[in-house]
């Protein structure tokens, strides 16, 4: 045993002290006291009054909400986010992420927050391949996250399924039935995470091969079947099906093709070698984002190529780019997606991120919120060429990533998916959240998922009278749209 002296003993205090950051300590209640708060809410937010929804007059204009988004945007493709929201309800509600959180700001909440998908809808959960290169299943898109209330991420996503029902043209007992089993699955899924240790949470995540075998004996062999060959194409989507399909190879350089206004290399811009240069410097900054053990591996490729790519529905118009980066030679390829992040739309009623960088936000909350993240994901910040700082966050463009193919689910598929959507929001939602007092909040019964059904028919029809509103801008020729693109 070593003895200090009083004096050695005061410098080492004195040398810890000036080394630290005050941190506010963290409040800890027992499991009763949290149980407690999630009761205490529903006295706050009964249960059954999350079936209420009803546009009041001073409700803003869904089109001009988009207007407004459109401004920080590339103006040339705006056009196209309009074409490919028109394509059908379902693909407008896909990029009203804004008009719905300014919707639900004006309703009640529970007070009990999470980090927030922020666009829990549907088609944002989906297979990707975790580090160790098992697939699994999960949220996948975090441009709009933000801490704040449980219901709201449920809403939006039990929504998306009424709205999607009505695309595939279930009748309304079948839609109501598949989303109450959405938040019946996430409250049961919230009741047994709930009794879990703090450790076994953060190691739960949903096994895509798992989860098949588990729902093979449910559904039908079809059903079955067009899983599989989804799961299967997946599987194959990663940096050398990219380079396959993106690239050319020009005097032994591999290039990025060009298929304007889709995909533009940096070398068809008016600004090309400044664009080119700006790009090789901001991959070198986005390197500081990453571990040590990330960075080292990135450092072993090296930079060739890169092109703006849209992508999405309701990202369109925000600045996407590609990035190829080169290994051992042409088979040992890296891509990468730079993607533009700007303020979330929760933000105006949520209030703004504690990070400087709404790159750093996104990049924070995926970690948060999934149970295996993309290894390369980091941020950069970068002025441009126009003189204005802008923020994005980065990750591999495809890595085993794949979608439910909603246009052919049947409503037994539909249910199913359904369920997994319900069990995985939850498990993300338990990372960050008190699932203790969520889960007494939601309680044992089905009052709760019989309200959120109802609000999702109602909202549907929002949805539909906000869709033709903007159907009816384009007929107008108040916005420019282009079709098929």
Known sequence: MVVMSDATEKQVSDSFTATVTPIPPVAHFTVAERAARGKAARAEVPRASHADWQATAARPDPVTLLENQAKTRLANLIPIRYGRMLVSPFAFYRGAANIMASDLSGMPRTGLHVQLCGDAHLANFGVFAAPDRRLVFDTNDFDETLPGPFEWDLRRLVTSFAVAGRERGYDAGKRREISCMVSRAYRQAMAKLAEERNLDIWYTRTDVDETVATWSSKLSAKAVKQAEQNIAKARTKDSLAAFAKLTRIVNGEPQIISNPPLIVPVRDLATGDQTLGTLQAVMRSYRRTLTGDRRHLLEQFRFVDAALKVVGVGSVGTRSWIALFRGRDNDDPLFLQIKEANASVLEPFLGKSRFASHGQRVVEGQRLMQAASDMMLGWIAVEGLDGIKREFYVRQLWDAKG????????????????????????????????????????????????????????????NQRDYNALAAAADSGRIEVQRGI
């Open 403 to 462: 979608s439910a193919l909603v246009e052919v689910m049947t409503p037994r598929t539909m249910a199913a998916y359904a369920t997994i959507c319900g069990q995985a929001l939850a498990r993300a939602h338990a990372r960050s959240g008190d699932a203790v007092a969520i889960a007494s909040y939601l309680g044992g019964s089905d009052v709760f998922d019989n309200a959120l059904a109802t609000f999702a028919e109602t909202y549907a029809d929002q």
